[in-house]
């Protein structure tokens, strides 16, 4: 039979294996950082209505460019902003993916402080742009100091923050993004896919985008939406910088269906983001326990927490799926990650976790 070893790929693919978290069937997954509230039935019914009115006309091409959608997305994100600031995409993975295309490539260099998303090496691989890890301290954290030292050391023409960071959790200190936007030559995007399980008194990057041509801030639907199914994400930044994406994007690379859908459940969002307090009061509870416990746990602004075992995390990452209990091994020694869900998933984790020194 044919492998990977006998077809003439890229060098640099060799040896990989596709991203991609464990797809169980246990019952308790808090693994992906998935919402584990269902869609409300009255957004179903709308989401419905919408993608069935799109039906009849699907011999056609959907809007290229997205406006009406954009717009939506503008108007949720407030800060001023028009759909001349937005682009969308099908998730915010392909939204980086374009930046990369559009700023990146062969010859250019993208970095990012690690640990971090694990997609942003990998989205640079693919496009060709060489891929630089940064560092972040001890406790995870990230300093202005720190970050500008290093972005001057390699002078990146993108560089990725992420805030709040995963797998660690914790948004950065606004101080880091303004001085990392000083300092870098190039593009500076800041990934804010959990912004809106952020503590209190957290501050966007969209905050300050206004005069700063260079900065991105990435989004998306899946989390706090509860969306994940729908891929749709988007990205805010000076109208410029959504020309340069459009020079890359594939023609109509986003469904008349994911449209219609993500157009409904924005006008639901009340609805949607009804289990956002819910979600961050299960996180707030398992810091609590965790620490309480005596294991280390990296504080959290996002929807997940990050978790300190003795010995191999991956005897640990086994001893909670055999209990039923799915999480995620993120690769960090001593470390695993689990998704806030709902009370009956978090009362099941911690039980679990009674085994797990």
Not at 54 to 72: C, H, I, S, T
Not at 305 to 333: N, Y
Request: net charge negative; hydrophobic share 45%; proline share 7%.
């Amino acid at each position: 039979m044919t492998t990977l070893d006998d077809l003439p790929i890229r060098d640099d693919l060799r040896g990989r294996t596709p991203y991609g978290a464990p797809q169980l069937d246990v019952p308790v997954r808090l693994n992906t950082n998935e919402n584990s509230y269902p869609v409300p039935e009255p957004v179903v019914e709308a989401i419905g209505k919408a993608v069935a009115a799109e039906l009849r006309d699907l011999n056609r091409y959907p809007d290229r460019d997205a406006v009406a959608l954009r717009a939506d997305l503008a108007a949720y994100l407030g800060h001023g902003l028009t759909a001349d600031h937005v682009w969308a995409a099908n998730g915010s993975n392909e939204i980086q993916q374009q930046l990369l295309q559009a700023f990146g490539g062969p010859g250019r260099t993208a970095l990012g402080f690690t640990p971090a998303y694990s997609m942003h090496p990998l989205l640079a691989l693919g496009t060709g742009t060489r891929w630089v890890p940064a560092r972040r301290g001890e406790d995870f954290g990230l300093t202005a100091g720190e970050a500008v030292a290093q972005v001057r050391e390699h002078r990146p023409d993108v560089v990725f923050l992420c805030s709040p960071n995963n797998p660690t959790g914790t948004a950065l200190d606004p101080a880091v993004v303004a001085a990392v936007l000083d300092e870098a030559p190039g593009v500076v995007i800041v990934d804010e896919a959990y912004a809106e399980f952020a503590r209190p008194g957290t501050v966007s990057a969209l905050a300050v985008l206004p005069g700063h041509p260079r900065l991105v801030v990435t989004r998306t639907m899946s989390k706090a939406f509860g969306f994940a199914g729908g891929r749709l994400g988007y990205l805010a930044a000076d109208p410029a910088v959504v020309d340069a994406v459009q020079l890359v994007r594939l023609p109509y690379h986003l469904s008349a269906l994911t449209q219609a859908a993500a157009r409904a459940a924005l006008a639901h969002r009340d609805a949607l983001l009804g289990t956002v307090a819910a979600i961050m009061q299960q996180r707030d509870r398992i810091v609590a326990e965790l620490r309480a416990r005596g294991h280390r746990v990296a504080d959290s602004d996002a929807n997940f927490v990050l978790f300190a075992v003795e010995g191999d995390q991956a005897v640990a990452w086994r001893t909670l799926l055999d209990a039923g209990v799915l999480v995620r091994d993120v690769g960090l020694p001593g470390w695993l990650r689990v998704t806030a869900g709902t009370p009956t998933e978090t009362d099941a984790f911690l039980t679990a976790m009674e085994t797990v020194s």
